[in-house]
């Protein structure tokens, strides 16, 4: 049964810095694209980073050049590194990945429960 974990999330001040790590695990084949996605306070969830498995990225606008999105594919883990947090980040950050089961197995998305980041002085 697939699993994707997330962690690192916490309280920041505005200015500083966290690193969130998400681990799939449980009867993976293979793993393509990786993302992190948030969601705000009464906003709907939206893509912030997303990364190929030739470590090909992209990033919404609101973060580029503040967050990197990268990728272990030996350990199925994918990190977002986030600087120069502002209180519009503050947001629940999930993992997404799309996962095959099985060399028979379409895949199909993942999602973890999610981390909360929270920006404030």
């Known amino acids: 049964q697939v699993q994707l974990v997330e962690s690192g999330g916490g309280l920041v001040q505005p200015g500083g810095s966290l690193r969130l790590s998400c681990a799939a695990s449980g009867g993976i084949y293979s793993i393509g694209v990786m993302a992190w996605y948030r969601q705000a306070p009464g906003k709907e969830r939206e893509l912030v980073a997303s990364?190929?498995?030739?470590?090909?990225?992209n990033y919404a606008d609101s973060v580029k050049g503040r967050f990197t999105i990268s990728r272990e594919n030996a350990k199925n883990m994918v990190y977002l590194q986030m600087n120069s947090l502002k209180p519009e980040d503050t947001a629940v950050y999930y993992c997404?990945?799309?996962?095959?089961?099985?060399?028979?197995?379409?895949?199909?998305?993942?999602w973890g429960k999610g981390t909360l980041v929270t920006v404030s002085s």
């Open positions: 990364i190929t498995v030739g470590d090909s990225a």
């Open positions: 997404n990945a799309f996962i095959r089961t099985s060399v028979w197995s379409s895949g199909m998305d993942y």
